[in-house]
DNA sequence: ATGGTCCCCTGACCGC
DNA sequence: TGCGGTCAGGGGACCA
């Protein structure tokens, strides 16, 4: 579910909420996650502060006194801030208690991801990301050298988290139709001029989509359970056999990689 | 190394 | 109403 402005507008909500407050007691109903829920979570979370809330890539960091409390949300996961202790709801695998509230992490599909680190930025689910969007290591002319003499898609490019964090589905397909590249060119034959565009779309896109609170299509909701209205402005993802708004032609559906992509075939080349 | 395929899991939806 | 098939915002293991 989700990507990037999924993760950084749950990141914003949270972050008021959490800095500064104290996990008093931890609650595992379910530990059968994309890696099982260490037992020892609890003994390492309780007792601890919690001083930031960070992001990298799709991932959440919640800094403590000790060590971090690293957070993947996967195609299903969600965080929600109580003010009190409610009945918990089905696939609420884990709760954090604080004096004034609870944090409960929920995942129907169980590809999320919760656990501790003692040093986050060298843990090896962290170390292997790419570049975040707005970072000058993420450019036009790496990517150009990047790809020369690879037959990848572009599109499938994008996907690849250790090129650049934080990019899935929705947002590559919409990337490419700013960028009016087709998503089944083949990356090692765009040239570096494309390819700056290409960036410039990325985090044109990424900007506008965190501005309004992330992209809700079926479930995706805020730490206080609020959609996001970015779906309003896709240009592409869904919209299989709808006008395009710039150019009127039938927005078109294929397969790359296995996952759905979305262009238009008038103003993409 | 690269890129394609399959799998993890639950729920929603569609056609019969 | 029920049933089977398909698909979903992610990522990693495996194979040629």
Not at 126 to 132: A, I, T
């Amino acid at each position: 579910m989700p990507e990037l402005p999924e993760v950084e507008t749950i990141r914003r909500g949270l972050e008021p909420f959490l800095v500064g407050r104290v996990i008093e007691g931890v609650e595992i109903r379910e530990t059968r996650l994309r890696r099982p829920l260490s037992p020892d979570l609890s003994s390492r979370l309780t007792s601890q502060r919690m001083e930031r809330v960070e992001r990298r890539g799709k991932y959440l960091l919640i800094g403590l006194d000790a060590g971090s409390l690293l957070i993947h949300l996967g195609m299903s996961g969600s965080l929600r801030l109580s003010p009190r202790e409610t009945l918990p709801r089905v696939h609420d695998h884990l709760t954090l208690r604080l004096a004034d509230g609870f944090l409960r992490f929920h995942d129907p599909r169980r590809f999320g991801l919760v656990l501790w680190s003692a040093d986050p930025t060298h843990h090896p689910l962290l170390d292997r990301l790419g570049p975040e969007p707005w970072d000058s290591g993420f450019n036009g002319s790496t990517l150009y050298h990047a790809t020369r003499g690879r037959r990848l898609a572009v599109k499938a490019l994008l996907l690849d988290q250790t090129l650049v964090a934080g990019i899935g589905n929705i947002y590559a397909s919409e990337a490419l139709f700013l960028a009016g590249i087709h998503p089944a060119r083949v990356s090692g034959r765009i040239a570096e001029k494309r390819y700056e565009v290409l960036v410039d779309a990325v985090r044109r896109v990424l900007d506008q989509a965190i501005a309004q609170g992330g992209t809700t299509l079926r479930d995706f909701c805020d730490e206080q359970g609020r959609p996001g209205y970015f779906s309003q402005s896709l240009n592409v993802y869904g919209r299989t056999g709808e006008p395009c708004h710039h150019c009127e032609r039938t927005i078109r559906e294929v397969r790359i990689g296995q996952r759905s992509t979305f262009f238009c075939p008038g103003c993409q080349h």
